[in-house]
């Protein structure tokens, strides 16, 4: 079993901003794909950035730019860096390992930008 945990959401103003952090742990298997979502109010959940074990980063259009994923293997943890925030990155980001063909998926944490 995978269990995420992440932290740093919170309220901020527009152009501002935050960090989100996801500790991994449990049985991992050393080649995977991290990654950060985010679900607006009555939205769908959409990728905002990926990486996998060894490669590079993938990012929406809409954070390009201005967000910026990073990933520590050593300590499974991999951080979302989010700069010049606007009111529609508002939402709730959660944090998706997938590995052997499964996805684990954090529980959540809620970002909330303010005009």
């Known amino acids: 079993q995978v269990q995420l945990v992440e932290s740093g959401g919170g309220l901020v103003q527009a152009g501002g901003s935050l960090t989100l952090s996801c500790a991994a742990s449990g049985s991992i298997f050393r080649v995977n794909v991290m990654g950060w979502y985010r679900q607006g109010p009555g939205k769908q959940r959409e990728l905002v950035a990926s990486m996998p074990s060894r490669g590079f980063t993938n990012y929406a259009d809409s954070v390009k730019g201005r967000f910026t994923f990073s990933r520590d293997n050593a300590e499974n943890t991999v951080y979302l860096q989010m700069n010049s925030l606007k009111p529609e990155d508002t939402g709730v980001y959660y944090c998706?390992?997938?590995?052997?063909?499964?996805?684990?998926w954090g529980q959540g944490t809620q970002v909330t930008v303010s005009s």
């Open positions: 998706k390992l997938s590995s052997l063909g499964s996805d684990y």
